[in-house]
């Protein structure tokens, strides 16, 4: 009957027969759930330093990435500087052959002149001898 009196003023006795104002369900729900906000506070830390993890991970990666992607577009440019340069170069060549043919050409009727020339002069030595 005690028990009912003091229940109904909000004191309850617990398992050490101490008093208390909570019901003892009320009171190990309580502890339960602290015990529950730790476990779950614990769990938030593991997890924060998984992704911290992960993250620090993901950097690593993300610059290994970006310093591969460079030298990519180094070895692009070097590959289209070198095209350039190639390209360049053959006309440069066609300019030297062209510039050789026509010296050629050039050379060809100087020769043809000269043969012409000789011809003639061989000719009129011919015809000087036969005069005599």
Do not use: W
């Given at each position: 009957?005690?028990?009912?009196?003091?229940?109904?003023?909000?004191?309850?006795?617990?398992?050490?027969?101490?008093?208390?104002?909570?019901?003892?369900?009320?009171?190990?729900?309580?502890v339960?759930?602290?015990?529950?906000?730790?476990?779950?506070?614990?769990?938030?830390?593991?997890?924060?330093?998984?992704?911290?993890?992960?993250?620090?991970?993901?950097?690593?990666?993300?610059?290994?990435?970006?310093?591969?992607?460079?030298?990519?577009?180094?070895?692009?440019?070097?590959?289209?500087?070198?095209?350039?340069?190639?390209?360049?170069?053959?006309?440069?060549?066609?300019?030297?052959?062209?510039?050789?043919?026509?010296?050629?050409?050039?050379?060809?009727i100087?020769?043809?002149?000269?043969?012409?020339e000789e011809?003639?002069?061989?000719?009129?030595?011919?015809?000087?001898?036969?005069?005599?």
């Open positions: 009957m005690a028990d009912e009196a003091l229940a109904r003023a909000g004191l309850h006795f617990d398992e050490l027969n101490k008093i208390r104002v909570l019901e003892p369900d009320v009171a190990q729900q309580t339960e759930l602290k015990e529950e906000c730790k476990e779950f506070v614990d769990k938030i830390g593991d997890f924060q330093k998984i992704v911290g993890s992960f993250i620090e991970v993901v950097d690593n990666v993300s610059k290994e990435v970006e310093k591969e992607k460079m030298k990519a577009l180094g070895s692009r440019n070097l590959l289209k500087s070198i095209a350039k340069q190639r390209e360049a170069q053959q006309q440069q060549l066609q300019a030297l052959i062209t510039e050789r043919k026509m010296q050629l050409e050039r050379l060809r100087q020769y043809e002149a000269l043969q012409k011809n003639e002069q061989n000719e009129f030595i011919e015809q000087f001898i036969l005069q005599k």
